[in-house]
Nanobody, 119 residues
Framework: QVQLVESGGGLVQAGGSLRLSCAVSGITFSRYAIGWHRQAPGKQRELVALIYSGGTANYADSVKGRFTISRDNAKNTVYLQMNNLKPEDTATYSC?????????????WGQGTQVTVSS
């Protein structure tokens, strides 16, 4: 059974930091790309950051220079370090695992963790 469990969300003031974790089980972790997506109320879900099995990372323009995605293959965990948070970063953040060769496939999703940034 595949499981993705997010943690680390919460309430933070603008300019603050949070680190999200995505713990993955039930798949060969090293073969999967892991992405962090977010969805704010009334908005479409967007891909925030993606890390491939080899470590290459991509970021949405809106978070470049503020967010850093990393992975620990020994712990089957992906992290999203979020610095200089802004109110517009408020959303539910979810992680997705999909094969590195085809991240666009359906993949597996976690339940999500709420991030709220106050002004």
């Amino acid at each position: 059974q595949v499981q993705l469990v997010e943690s680390g969300g919460g309430l933070v003031q603008a300019g603050g930091s949070l680190r999200l974790s995505c713990a993955v089980s039930g798949i060969t972790f090293s073969r999967y790309a892991i992405g962090w997506h977010r969805q704010a109320p009334g908005k479409q879900r967007e891909l925030v950051a993606l890390i491939y099995s080899g470590g290459t990372a991509n970021y949405a323009d809106s978070v470049k220079g503020r967010f850093t995605i990393s992975r620990d293959n020994a712990k089957n965990t992906v992290y999203l370090q979020m610095n200089n948070l802004k109110p517009e970063d408020t959303a539910t953040y979810s992680c997705k695992a999909a094969p590195s060769v085809n991240y666009g496939s359906d993949g597996y999703w976690g339940q999500g963790t709420q991030v709220t940034v106050s002004s």
